[in-house]
């Protein structure tokens, strides 16, 4: 995953990730015009497709809401990068494959800008900006087959069609 970085503060709330005003609709694309608006609303205008997010504490709090991670990944977000995430967001956002790494030291050392790289099998977040390597700890076997294979649902797909 490779993108450049969009930052954004602390006790990022469901809301603002995806504003509730447009939750009836399951349109995807629907979901992902309207990513961040309430915390960036020309955020959508400013991205390119792999671009990452880079955040501080408690990332995703609010709601239980899975709309929030299904807006960030059909927004065509590689990944976000956080101090630390509301334990729903965390969970709703490996259940649909997008991938999600606590890292404090690169959420706060890393700008808006910065070109990033992140290697999900190792553990690593390169700032090619800053010329800085992050670790962070890898998530295990069968969470990173969960975000490779596009989440919960696909990897049990594949899982009972291997039998």
């Not at 990068?81 to 690169?106: H, M, Q, T, V």
Request: with cysteine.
């Amino acid at each position: 995953m490779k993108g450049k970085c969009w930052k954004f503060g602390n006790n990022i709330n469901t809301d603002e990730i995806i504003p509730a005003r447009y939750l009836n609709t399951t349109d995807v694309k629907e979901l992902a015009s309207h990513c961040m608006e309430d915390a960036d609303p020309n955020f959508m205008k400013k991205i390119k497709v792999d671009d990452i997010i880079v955040a501080g504490d408690n990332f995703g709090c609010g709601s239980s809401r899975e709309h929030a991670p299904i807006a960030i990944k059909a927004a065509k977000i590689s990944c976000v990068i956080a101090k630390s995430f509301a334990r729903i967001f965390f969970r709703n956002a490996i259940n649909i494959g997008l991938p999600i790494f606590e890292c404090p030291d690169a959420a706060e050392q890393i700008r808006e800008g910065d070109e990033i790289e992140v290697n999900l099998t190792a553990g690593e977040i390169l700032d090619h900006t800053l010329k800085k390597r992050f670790r962070f700890e890898p998530f295990p076997k069968e969470m990173q087959e969960i975000i490779q294979v596009g989440g919960l649902m696909n990897f049990v797909k594949k899982k009972m069609a291997v039998g």
